[in-house]
């Protein structure tokens, strides 16, 4: 079984239908199946991103906002998010800790790597916010980062799609799900996975990225305990 883990949520997947903000039944799902990982005493990390609220990139495309404030306002996103993630996991009697890498400490505790591993330690899930602290990274960077920093033996990309797959599945019905793929592949075939910066710092760790679909109740679970029925693709050397 994985011990410790880090798992990435896209800020739309928390968005459900709407497209837009929060679905507090998505929330409530999206807790419950973490719960399932530490009830079985799995360490978790988590990074959810902003999208559901702003995007750094689309915020600056009208030349209106600059692209550091508009990645800024996206981190503000993730805070968001991570609060409302917090709330949904510990009304599920799960033991949480916010850590953002912006210095908000009326509203969370600020990253200190040491300290979230504690947390880990005693069983808390730890939901990193606001990125890297830096505009030009994305969170799944920022997610890939946190990882690493936590010694997390891989990251889950948890998506709307069962995997990575060797052409675009809604486009072509024979698209084939690829089970493993090596970073080179990945960055080489422009696999969008995850950004190049986050797969080229996965790549340069070694760590193992994990994509499956989070809709697929139970599914993380059966990654976590390696089962045979577990439905993912693997990025690793
Ligand atoms: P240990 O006692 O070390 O096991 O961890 P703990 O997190 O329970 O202890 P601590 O006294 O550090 O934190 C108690 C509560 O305050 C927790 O809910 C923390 O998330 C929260 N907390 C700690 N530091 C900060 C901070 O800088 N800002 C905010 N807003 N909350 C904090």
Same mark, same amino acid.
């Given at each position: 079984?994985?011990?410790? =883990? *880090?798992?990435?949520?896209?800020?739309?997947?928390?968005?459900?239908?709407?497209? @837009?903000?929060?679905?507090?039944?998505?929330?409530?799902?999206?807790?419950?199946?973490?719960?399932?990982?530490?009830?079985?005493?799995?360490?978790?990390?988590?990074?959810?991103?902003?999208?559901? @609220?702003?995007?750094? =990139?689309?915020?600056?495309?009208?030349?209106?906002?600059?692209?550091?404030?508009?990645?800024?306002?996206?981190? *503000?996103?993730?805070?968001?998010?991570?609060?409302?993630?917090?709330?949904?996991?510990?009304?599920?009697?799960?033991?949480?800790?916010?850590?953002?890498?912006?210095?908000?400490?009326?509203?969370?505790?600020?990253?200190?790597?040491?300290?979230?591993?504690?947390?880990?330690?005693?069983?808390?899930? =730890?939901?990193?916010?606001?990125?890297?602290?830096?505009?030009?990274?994305?969170?799944?960077?920022?997610?890939?980062?946190?990882?690493?920093?936590?010694?997390?033996?891989?990251?889950?990309?948890?998506?709307?799609?069962?995997?990575?797959?060797?052409?675009?599945?809604?486009? @072509?019905?024979?698209?084939?799900?690829?089970?493993?793929?090596?970073?080179?592949?990945? *960055?080489?075939?422009?696999?969008? =996975?995850?950004?190049?910066? #986050?797969? #080229?710092?996965?790549?340069?760790?070694?760590?193992?990225?994990?994509?499956?679909?989070?809709?697929?109740?139970?599914?993380?679970?059966?990654?976590?305990?390696?089962?045979?029925?577990?439905?993912?693709?693997?990025?690793?050397?």
């Amino acid at each position: 079984m994985i011990k410790r =883990v *880090l798992v990435k949520f896209s800020g739309e997947a928390l968005a459900g239908e709407n497209g @837009f903000g929060i679905d507090s039944s998505i929330l409530k799902y999206i807790a419950l199946e973490l719960k399932s990982l530490v009830t079985l005493g799995v360490q978790v990390g988590i990074v959810i991103g902003g999208g559901n @609220f702003v995007r750094g =990139v689309s915020a600056s495309e009208s030349g209106l906002i600059k692209r550091t404030s508009g990645d800024h306002m996206g981190m *503000l996103a993730t805070v968001i998010n991570g609060i409302a993630m917090q709330e949904a996991l510990e009304y599920h009697g799960v033991d949480v800790r916010v850590q953002s890498a912006l210095e908000i400490k009326e509203v969370c505790e600020t990253y200190i790597n040491r300290r979230a591993i504690r947390h880990l330690e005693k069983g808390r899930v =730890v939901i990193f916010v606001a990125g890297t602290g830096n505009p030009f990274f994305t969170t799944d960077t920022a997610a890939t980062l946190r990882a690493i920093e936590i010694e997390s033996e891989m990251i889950i990309k948890a998506t709307k799609v069962n995997g990575v797959y060797d052409k675009d599945p809604a486009k @072509f019905s024979d698209a084939i799900m690829l089970k493993n793929i090596s970073y080179e592949q990945a *960055l080489k075939d422009n696999i969008k =996975v995850m950004d190049d910066t #986050a797969i #080229a710092l996965a790549k340069d760790n070694s760590l193992p990225i994990v994509v499956c679909n989070m809709l697929l109740e139970g599914n993380l679970l059966k990654i976590i305990q390696k089962d045979e029925n577990a439905v993912f693709s693997r990025v690793s050397n």
